[in-house]
């Protein structure tokens, strides 16, 4: 029987099969070997078709961090979470970031994120800057993993680096035994690792500045009260 979700799950099994381009409402009729003008009882544009495939894909994300643990384990659980399923569908996830979605699947992962950001301190601005920045992060390290156009071929953990000469690229040549060998579970881990390290500094750095109002409305308070003091005994 013909229904929303076997249509989307043909278009999500095609884009990661041939890519995004080759998704039509026609090609996907031949999928699923139906008539083409059935399709819209269901689905009213190809457009719409990709938002539900980018909604599908989002509504599969499994988030498991604990809403009482610290908020950097949390940002660290949910950055691998979104990791987990750009790896399983590389392409989709193209579609993902290529799309504005409204929905309540595609929303959800942005709102626990943003909420995630808020609760340790930033101000809006920043939580948003931040969420885009771990989006860029992940799917600029999906693109050198696994490769998801012929333009980004993927990054072979065995790749060995061409032959250089010592004398015109030292550094090169130094550290040939790092560049020959990439773990790219390791190599995320890592970058992951620096943007939360950097986000906490940041985050301290903005609880320093209340505090350090109000440390210095005390003593200026405590001025005050010894001003109004020298100011009575004189009298």
Known sequence: ??????????????????????????????????????LYNHVPSKAALLDAVAE???????????????????????????????????????VVVSRQLSSTAGLLPVERALATLREAGFDGREAVRMLRMF?????GSLLR???????FAPVRADAVVAEVDPALFPVLS?????????????????????LVQAMAVRAAA?????????????????????????GGARQ
């Not at 993993?145 to 333009?151: C, F, L, Q």
């Not at 130094?174 to 620096?194: I, K, Q, V």
């Open 174 to 194: 130094e550290l040939r035994s790092h560049l020959d060998s990439c773990d790219h579970d390791e190599e995320f881990e890592f970058g992951l690792e620096l």
């Open 56 to 94: 599908d894909v989002l509504s599969r994300i499994g988030f498991a961090d604990d809403p009482s643990a610290h908020w950097t384990e949390r940002v660290r659980i949910q950055a691998r979470a979104f990791r987990r399923i750009a790896h399983h569908y590389p392409r989709c996830t193209m």
């Open 1 to 38: 029987m013909l229904n929303r979700n076997r249509i989307v799950t043909a278009a999500v099994e095609l884009i990661e099969r041939e890519g995004a381009d080759a998704v039509s409402m026609r090609r996907i009729a031949a999928e699923l070997g139906v008539g083409v003008m059935s």
């Open 145 to 151: 993993e696994v490769g998801v156009t012929p333009t």
């Open 135 to 139: 989006i860029a992060y992940v799917v």
């Open 206 to 230: 903005r609880a320093e500045v209340p505090a350090r109002r109000e440390e210095a409305g005390r003593e200026e308070g405590g001025r005050g009260g010894e001003r109004a003091g020298r």
